[in-house]
């Protein structure tokens, strides 16, 4: 593409660069600008919940594996993802006991029997966190967010209470504008669980009715509170608090693993058909 | 001669700097907790007036039962007529705590540092950082104490309609790492419900 421009003695004066090869040159330099210009900007925008609407999910944070499936896998219509949130981790050890007991600790544990009872029901499981990491609030919604056909679980155990008990909670009423959703679809990020507080109740109460069975004391249906980590989940969402830190044996905790994990599975399975989200890829309806 | 006066100022200046130091690490140490101090001597000298009316407050502890339900308590209070004052009034004798320490629902070195009333029924309540670092952390006992705070205010100040929860004049994400403080707390539903609905056009012609 490059000529050589020589004098009449054969010496060489420099390179001509033909007109034609300047122009291809210069479109691409623009159309790679303008593409470069363009994903900045759509990176750079505040973040919201991705819409169930939206074709294909959105990952808020690059670090937050996205599931992949192959031709074999396409994911089923409905409910068949559980995104288990083991809370705090890190140097956020949650609640402590007096016997050196952490929270951050004993609910990665109870993760892993839960995750295997998800799983014998045939629920792909994604968690949280798999080690002592601690994702931000944002970072565990955005995992949940960026999937289709999911709910939410997450794991507590608490510094109070009847021990021995388990109580499950639901996100308490968000204000929400235009029904929990702004124009073209979008749920704002900050009222993420508003439009699926219905749904969340309703999971809710499956679970803690098979956990009232298994935990003599616990309250037959799920409560209310207003809880940072569900209001930016755009998905059913719950948080499971077992009693407690302050056992003085952490054997009395962990023989409450089966049952709880077994109980939730249940109760996730019982609240698959009535999971309807109307215009949700993997939804119902 | 200057550069002799330079020097003495060098070996003066070389001296009096560790001195200097030690003060401003000094200063420091001291200037919050006499912050603190002057805070809570400001608030706790208007909590209570002989000269007020005695009446039956409703103060909302843990119960008995220990299973994260609330139980009100009468007692007899000197209570101001003025809501942000009374609010203030109700909320430091909830922090006192009930007669069996069990039944606590706030931790008993958290003191409430102010008191605000919006126009709009919005109470602040500006509480100091023992209340989010002293409290057991779990999604039960930081509901209970938010419901303790919402439903003593509910029975004895009916002007306040929502409450905002403050941590040294800070507002925090979380109580103790789950309550989400960014929002309001709805204190009495109908009320707030009935302030936010909208209200009739008045300028519009009536026929």
């Not at chain 1, 997450?154 to 109580?167: E, F, I, M």
């Not at chain 2, 140490?29 to 608030?43: C, D, F, G, V």
């Not at chain 2, 008191?115 to 029924?121: I, N, R, T």
């Amino acid at each position: 593409m490059l000529l050589k421009v020589r004098n009449r003695d054969d010496k060489q004066l420099g390179w001509l660069v033909p007109n034609t090869f300047r122009c291809v040159c210069l479109a691409l330099f623009l159309f790679s600008a303008t593409f470069l210009t363009a994903s900045g900007q759509s990176s750079a925008q505040a973040p919201t919940a991705s819409s169930p609407t939206s074709a294909a999910p959105q990952n808020a944070n690059p670090q937050i594996p996205t599931p992949t499936y192959s031709a074999s896998q396409q994911p089923r219509a409905g409910l068949n993802i559980v995104v288990l949130d083991p809370a705090h981790g890190g140097t956020d050890t949650g609640a402590r006991g007096t016997g050196g007991i952490r929270e951050s600790e004993i609910v990665l544990q109870f993760a892993l029997q839960v995750r295997r009872a998800l799983e014998a029901q045939g629920f792909q499981v994604i968690q949280t966190r798999m080690a002592n990491e601690n994702p931000s609030f944002d970072d565990r919604s955005a995992m949940a967010n960026a999937q289709v056909g999911a709910v939410f679980v997450s794991l507590h155990v608490s510094s109070t209470g009847l021990p021995g008990t388990v109580r499950v909670y639901v996100n308490s009423d968000l204000p929400a504008s235009s029904g929990g959703r702004e124009a073209g679809g979008l749920i704002p990020w900050d009222r993420a669980q508003a439009p699926f507080l219905a749904l969340s109740h309703k999971l809710g109460d499956f679970v803690q009715g098979n956990l009232a069975v298994r935990f003599r004391g616990s309250p037959g249906s799920a409560q209310t509170a207003a809880l940072r980590q569900l209001r930016t989940t755009a998905a059913p969402a719950i948080a499971v608090e077992i009693s407690s830190v302050s056992v003085n044996d952490r054997l009395d905790l962990d023989r409450m693993a089966p049952g709880v994990a077994d109980a939730i599975a249940r109760g996730v399975t019982y609240f698959r058909p009535s999971y309807v989200v109307a215009g949700v890829p993997g939804g119902l309806r | 001669m200057v550069l002799g006066g330079l020097f003495g100022a060098v070996i003066i200046a070389g001296l009096y700097f560790p001195i200097l130091k030690q003060r401003v690490k000094q200063t420091a140490k001291i200037q919050p907790q006499s912050e603190e101090q002057a805070r809570r001597e400001l608030t706790q000298s208007l909590t209570t007036n002989p000269t007020e009316a005695r009446v039956k407050a409703k103060l909302f502890w843990a119960s008995n039962a220990h299973d994260g339900s609330l139980t009100p308590v009468s007692i007899d209070l000197p209570l101001s007529s003025d809501p942000a004052l009374r609010a203030k009034q109700v909320l430091n004798t909830l922090l006192a705590g009930p007669a069996d320490p069990e039944l606590r629902t706030l931790p008993p070195d958290a003191v409430l540092l102010a008191f605000y009333l919006l126009p709009d029924g919005t109470g602040i309540a500006d509480f100091s950082e023992a209340m989010a670092s002293s409290i057991p952390s779990g999604i039960e006992s930081e509901q209970r104490a938010v419901d303790s705070l919402t439903r003593t205010l509910a029975a004895n100040v009916p002007q306040v309609l929502r409450l905002k929860i403050l941590i040294h004049g800070q507002e925090v994400e979380t109580l103790a790492g789950h309550l989400d403080l960014t929002g309001s707390f709805v204190v009495n539903p109908r009320a707030a419900q009935a302030a936010i609905a909208p209200q009739p056009d008045v300028t519009s012609p009536s026929i």
